[in-house]
C-alpha cells in the first residue's frame, strides 16, 4: 500500500507562488506595459487628450529658468530701490516700513504650527496687536523726537506727545493681560512659545528697523552706505569664494569659506573708500532732515503760511528775510538739501613725515575727511560681524527645517533672506553715529520742549520778551515788534 504524501502542494495552473490568481492581479498582469491592451488604452488617452504628455524639465532648464527670475527681480529691486531714494526720504522710509512688516509676518510663519492649535483663538491677532503696538511707540518716539515744533504747539497732538511712552506702555499691558486671560488648558506650552517668538520678532526686526529709520533722518549717506556695504560683502564674498576659497568657515553655512570672508573684507574696504568720496561730495546725502524751522518747510500750504506771516511783518523787519531749501520730506536729489556739513566730511589737513625724498613728488600734506577713517570701522563691521545675522537667520531655518523664510521675491525667497545681515548692519550704524560723528546742539524743537516744560506761561513770556529785546539789539526786528509784544502779551 502507497504511502500518503505529506507537506506536498500541487501549484495550480496559472497560480503565482501557488496562490490562486485574483481578479485584480489578472487585470493588473494584463495591462503591464507593452502589453496591448496597455498600448490601446494608452493610445485612447493620448488621442482623447489631443497631445502627447510633456517630458519633465532637465535640471539644466531648472538653473536656467531660476537664473533669469532671480535677475529680473533683481534689476527690478534696485531700479525700485534708486527711484524711491532719489525720489525723497518718505519714499525709503516707507519701504523700510514694508520691509520690517513683511519680515516680522515671515519669521512669525516660519514656526510649524500644529493643524489642531492653529484654531486657538486670539493667537495670531495678539501677534500682529504687539506689532502695531511696538510700532506706535517707536514711530511715536521719530515724529516727536524730530517734529516737537509741531506736536507741542498743536491742542490735539500735545497730550499724545506729552504722554506718548505712558500710552504706549498701557497699550502693551492691555496685550499682555488678553494673552493670559487667552491661555487654554493643554496648550500652555504651546501659547508661552508664540509668546516669547512674537517678542524675539520685534526685537530683532521691528526695534532694528527703528534705528535704520532714525539713519534715514539724520542723512541719507548713513542708511544707503551700510546698505551698500553689506550688499559689496555679499559679492565679494562669493567672487573670492568661487576663486580660492578652501577651507570651511562655519558649519552653518557649508559653502562660505575663510579664504571668501578674508577676501571680502579687503574688497569692502576699498569699495568703502570710493563710496564715500563720491557721496560725500552731495548734501542730498550729508544733510539731516531739518525740520526744526517752521519756516523751512516745503508743502504749499506751509509756504503760502510762511508768505503771510511775512507780509504781516514786513514793515516790521529791518533785514529781508530769506526762505532756505527744502529740509523736509519733500526734497528730492533735485531739489536738494542744504547745511552745514557735518565736521566729519571736511577735509583736514595731515603732515606726512619730512624724512621723505622730494624727488618721489609725494605732497608733505594730504587733507583726509575724517569720514574716510570711520569707514575703515563700518566696512570691517559689515565684513566680520553683520554676516552672523545671517547664518542667525541659516540657523533659524535650519531649526525648522526651511529652506527659506518666504516667496515674497521671486527666486529669492523671502524679505527676510535679503535683510537678514542689513538689520544688524543698520543698528551698528545708528550707534556708532550717535556715539562719534553726531553733533549735538540746541534745536528750536528742543528748545520750545524745555520751555514747555519746565517754565510757567509768565516765565516764558518773560522768556518771550528777552528774545524780542535781544533780536531789537541785533537789528533782526524793528522796535515796534517788541513794542507790539509788549502790548499784547500779560504781565
Given at each position: ?50 497631445k502627447m504628455k510633456a517630458p519633465p524639465p532637465s535640471e539644466y532648464e531648472k538653473k536656467r529658468q531660476t537664473f533669469i527670475t ?97 500710552i504706549s506702555f498701557m497699550l502693551y499691558v492691555i496685550g499682555f493681560v488678553f494673552f493670559v486671560a487667552s491661555l487654554q488648558k ?306
Amino acid at each position: 500500500m502507497a504511502k500518503t504524501r505529506r507537506n506536498v502542494k500541487f501549484q495550480h495552473r496559472g497560480s503565482i507562488d501557488g496562490k490562486r490568481p485574483s481578479i485584480s492581479d489578472i487585470s493588473e498582469g494584463s495591462s503591464e506595459s507593452g502589453s496591448p491592451t496597455r498600448t490601446r488604452a494608452n493610445g485612447k488617452a493620448d488621442v482623447g487628450n489631443g497631445k502627447m504628455k510633456a517630458p519633465p524639465p532637465s535640471e539644466y532648464e531648472k538653473k536656467r529658468q531660476t537664473f533669469i527670475t532671480r535677475t529680473i527681480t533683481t534689476l527690478i529691486m534696485i531700479a525700485g530701490f534708486f527711484a524711491a531714494m532719489f525720489s525723497g526720504h518718505i519714499y525709503v522710509i516707507a519701504i523700510v516700513t514694508a520691509i520690517q512688516i513683511v519680515s516680522f509676518k515671515e519669521v512669525i510663519a516660519i514656526a510649524n504650527v500644529p493643524s489642531r492649535e492653529k484654531n486657538l483663538p486670539f493667537t495670531r491677532a495678539l501677534n500682529w496687536y504687539f506689532l502695531g503696538t511696538t510700532m506706535y511707540f517707536l514711530y511715536g518716539e521719530n515724529v516727536i523726537y524730530y517734529f516737537k515744533h509741531i506736536v507741542l504747539v498743536d491742542k490735539v497732538l500735545l497730550p499724545f506727545a506729552t504722554h506718548h511712552r505712558f500710552i504706549s506702555f498701557m497699550l502693551y499691558v492691555i496685550g499682555f493681560v488678553f494673552f493670559v486671560a487667552s491661555l487654554q488648558k493643554g496648550h500652555y506650552r504651546f501659547q508661552f512659545t508664540q509668546f516669547a517668538w512674537t517678542h524675539m520678532a520685534l526685537y530683532l526686526i521691528v526695534v532694528q528697523a527703528h534705528f535704520i529709520m532714525n539713519n534715514i533722518f539724520e542723512g541719507m549717506i548713513w542708511f544707503f552706505m551700510p546698505a551698500c556695504l553689506v550688499i559689496t560683502n555679499d559679492i565679494w564674498a562669493y567672487i573670492c569664494g568661487i576663486a580660492f576659497g578652501r577651507t570651511q568657515l562655519i558649519k552653518l553655512s557649508p559653502k562660505k569659506t575663510v579664504e571668501g570672508f578674508v577676501g571680502a573684507w579687503i574688497a569692502t574696504i576699498f569699495f568703502g573708500f570710493i563710496l564715500v568720496n563720491v557721496l560725500a561730495r552731495y548734501k542730498y546725502f550729508i544733510c539731516p532732515v531739518n525740520v526744526s524751522n517752521p519756516f523751512q518747510a516745503v508743502t504749499r500750504r506751509s509756504l503760502k503760511s510762511f508768505l503771510l506771516v511775512s507780509h504781516t511783518f514786513s514793515k516790521y523787519a529791518t533785514s529781508p528775510t530769506k526762505l532756505t531749501p527744502a529740509q523736509d520730506f519733500g526734497a528730492n536729489i533735485i531739489s536738494g538739501l542744504s547745511c552745514i556739513p557735518n565736521p566729519v566730511f571736511i577735509p583736514h589737513p595731515y603732515n606726512l613725515p619730512t624724512w621723505i625724498p622730494s624727488w618721489t613728488h609725494i605732497p608733505h600734506t594730504l587733507h583726509i575727511a575724517p569720514i574716510q577713517f570711520h569707514i575703515l570701522v563700518f566696512a570691517t563691521f559689515a565684513s566680520l560681524i553683520a554676516p552672523f545675522g545671517g547664518f542667525f537667520a541659516s540657523g533659524l531655518k535650519r531649526t525648522f527645517n526651511v529652506k527659506d523664510f518666504g516667496e515674497s521675491i521671486p527666486g529669492h525667497g523671502g524679505i527676510t533672506d535679503r535683510m537678514d545681515c542689513q538689520f544688524i548692519m543698520g543698528f551698528f550704524a545708528f550707534m556708532y553715529y550717535q556715539s562719534f560723528i553726531a553733533v549735538y546742539k540746541a534745536s528750536v524743537g528742543s528748545v520750545m520742549e524745555t520751555a514747555m516744560r519746565g517754565l510757567t506761561d509768565e516765565e516764558m513770556v518773560e522768556v518771550v520778551k528777552g528774545l524780542g529785546k535781544h533780536l531789537v539789539n541785533q537789528g533782526v526786528v524793528g522796535v515796534e515788534v517788541l513794542a507790539c509784544l509788549k502790548e499784547h502779551m500779560r504781565r
